[in-house]
């Protein structure tokens, strides 16, 4: 997933005191040698050169993990797809399934978390429908989640939900590598606040360079405690930056011992799903999607009246079928992970 390897590393890298954790250095990952605010990503982009951000990492803790400490906590259980919800009172009547993930946008509002007894009364769910928010969405509402530090960690604990799969602080390529080190340490650190705080919290985890896969499954392996991780894989839409991804799960599966479920938010064709499937098993594996988002034949619904309700009963229904498919097809030749 590194490519092909450089013989020397970029100037920048040497003497750099991120170098080891890093793990960059002879790759096409590697920090450009200036830092500029016209670089990807703008000038909140951080760089080993620019002002503020070796400091920031020396806030976080540094970019090593061992100081995150994950604490015993039940085994999530999923079906093989799960479908994710808006807080839309046209979907009432069209919610039967037994869980549902609710994302950030639909629960962190600017001066309030919506609770889940909110949720449920809106969307006429039962009290034994268990209610999963997951914190992926789009970059200024995942970066407020950080600010708002503490006090929205105690929120959306209070809030009642069954479970928090920990925010996806974004990890974009082409940028620097110390945006990487920063943004995964976040995650983890956040999930540490979660569980601190007394939530069913899932880590989330997220690599570029092999290094990074290593280093998470070291941690994983140093916390037992952990059973299911979260990746969010729904900005790599190009079939080179899914391989890389496929890779660097094989090799954290691998270095885990196989033994990890994941939730995995992004994949829609049948295709990426019976990858997935080949490189962890299908027992292992759960999936999401914004379910919104599915294309649906406009002749399959009624042709009068609000839609919301019956489209998203449709969609539901195609994306677990392509997720069913490719759990079926791998399994009838054998080609799934051991």
């Known amino acids: 997933m590194d490519g092909a390897l450089r013989l020397f590393s970029p100037s920048i890298c040497s003497g750099c005191p991120l170098g080891e954790t890093c793990g960059a250095a002879l790759t096409d990952h590697a920090c450009p040698e200036t830092w500029s605010p016209e670089m990807p990503g703008g ?42 919800l808006r807080h839309r009172t046209s979907l009432r009547g069209y919610l039967d399934e037994p869980v549902y993930f609710i994302r950030a946008t639909g629960v962190i509002k600017r001066n309030k978390v919506t609770t889940a007894a909110e949720m ?26 950080w600010t708002r530090g503490a006090a929205l960690v105690r929120e959306l604990v209070d809030a009642g939900y069954d479970a928090i799969v920990c925010p996806s602080f974004s ?66 839409r190009s079939p080179t930056d899914w391989q890389k991804q496929i890779e660097g799960l094989e090799i954290f599966d691998s270095m885990t011992e196989r033994r990890l479920s994941y939730l995995i938010n992004g994949s829609t064709t049948q295709e990426r799903c019976e990858q997935l499937y080949e490189t962890a098993g299908v027992d292992r594996i759960r999936i999401s999607n914004a379910t919104t988002q599915v294309q649906v034949p406009a002749k399959a619904l009624r042709s009068t009246g609000d839609q919301t309700g019956p489209r998203f009963k449709a969609r539901l229904g195609l994306q677990r079928e392509i997720v069913d498919r490719a759990g079926r097809s791998i399994r009838r030749e054998g080609r799934q992970a051991a």
């Open 43 to 84: 000038d909140a982009v951080s760089h080993p050169l620019k002002p503020g951000t070796m400091e920031e990492l020396r806030d976080l803790g540094g970019p090593k993990f061992d100081d995150i400490v994950a604490r015993p906590t039940p085994r999530l259980a999923l079906p093989p797809y799960t479908a994710q």
């Open 120 to 145: 449920r009364r809106a969307l006429l769910l039962k009290p034994e429908q268990r209610l999963i928010v997951l914190l992926f969405d789009r970059d200024k509402l995942i970066e407020s989640i």
């Open 171 to 236: 990890t974009y390529t082409p940028r620097p590598r110390t945006d990487y080190l920063i943004n995964m340490k976040r995650s983890l650190i956040y999930f540490e606040a979660l569980q601190t705080a007394g939530a069913h919290a899932i880590p989330r985890v997220a690599w570029i360079v092999s290094k990074d896969a290593r280093r998470l499954a070291i941690w994983a392996q140093d916390n037992q405690a952990v059973e299911m991780v979260a990746i969010d894989l729904s900005t790599y």
